[in-house]
């Protein structure tokens, strides 16, 4: 079965740090561009960020409200994406799903989501 | 940044037809995705690039998109279809891709 399995969430700080996981299988993850979408309580999908494929340099790309604080990795050798999260902020705080992108543009495989929390 | 306007929340009868709009500047001209969300669930794909089904998605959803409307219709609308459903985008500022998702639209089955 093709498969997205997040982990690494929790409670962190105002200002700390956080990385999730993200466990592919089923498919060839090597050639996929893989995404972070988030979901604030109660509100709707906010796109994170994309990391894509080696073909396309592993280039990476993320929204305003992220960029300079997220860093989007993967590791093709471990099927797996990472979400290195740092100076956090208490509008972080949202469920982080990792998402398989389809011809570059929609997103046909989500995992469950992993909660994260900010707060002190 | 582009801007993607969903009705709030659409009602409906079983059996009958729902349509959900999702509203953007010359969104024609874009290639739209719709995700269906139920309550403690990831999203799900069940239409993409305007109007494809993703395999084991029913016939009965279906998509447009035209000018400055993308609609999803749902029709013979079932009990099991009361979700979230959010349009998507994506679009270039200033060579930097953007992913854009309307801010959903909860279907409500009467």
């Known amino acids: 079965d093709v498969q997205l399995v997040e982990s690494g969430g929790g409670l962190v700080q105002p200002g700390g740090s956080l990385r999730l996981s993200c466990a592919a299988s089923?498919?060839?993850?090597?050639?996929?561009?893989m995404d972070w979408v988030r979901q604030a309580p109660g509100k709707g999908l906010e796109w994170v960020g994309r990391a894509r494929n080696k073909a396309n340099s592993y280039t990476t790309q993320y929204a305003a409200s992220v960029k300079g604080r997220f860093t989007i990795l993967r590791d093709d050798s471990k099927n797996s994406l990472y979400l290195q999260m740092n100076s956090l902020k208490t509008e972080d705080t949202a469920v982080y799903y990792c998402?398989?992108?389809?011809?570059?543009?929609?997103?046909?495989?989500w995992g469950q989501g992993t909660m994260v929390t900010v707060s002190s | 940044s582009f801007v993607l306007t969903q009705p709030p929340s659409v009602s409906v009868a079983p059996g009958k037809t729902a349509r959900v709009t999702c509203v953007g500047d010359?969104?024609?001209?874009?290639?739209v995705h719709w995700y269906q969300q139920k309550p403690g669930q990831a999203p799900m794909l069940v239409i993409y690039y305007d109007g494809d089904r993703p395999s084991g998605i029913p016939e009965r959803f279906s998509g447009s998109n035209s000018g400055i409307t993308a609609t999803l219709t749902i029709s013979r609308v079932e009990a099991g279809d009361e979700a979230d459903y959010y349009c998507q985008v994506w679009d270039s500022v200033s060579d930097h891709l953007v992913v854009v998702f309307g801010g959903g639209t909860k279907l409500t089955v009467l």
């Open positions: 089923g498919f060839t993850f090597s050639d996929h561009y």
């Open positions: 998402a398989r992108v389809l011809l570059e543009d929609a997103f046909d495989i």
């Open positions: 010359n969104i024609g001209s874009h290639s």
